[in-house]
């Protein structure tokens, strides 16, 4: 298990979370903040900072969201493949709100 953040967080990137993160495991891409899975030590700090309600555990995140699982995991291919995966959510979901 480990943190995902969802769409609340993109055109947002409020950076609040980033500042509690003991493991600077929380890193920008393009139009969304990401969490590491490799790096996240599941702490939890980092849920009651977000402004938009954007970050959860992974057994909670709402299945609408379920899509921002693979979001956050493809940090570890690069900036490159998480923003191409956001750019393709949106397309098929339009711009969020
Ligand atoms: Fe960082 Fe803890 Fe949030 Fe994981 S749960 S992203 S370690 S603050």
Redesign the pocket.
Known sequence: M??VIAEPCIDVKDQA?VD???????HEAERILV??PE?????????PECPVEA?FPEDTLPAKWQAFVRINTAYGAGVDAVDSLVTAYVDGHGTPS
Do not use: H, N, Q, R
Request: net charge negative; proline share 5%; charged share 25%.
């Open positions: 480990t943190y979370c509690v993160c003991p493991v600077d495991c929380i969490i590491d790096e996240c030590i599941d702490c939890g700090a980092c849920e970050i």
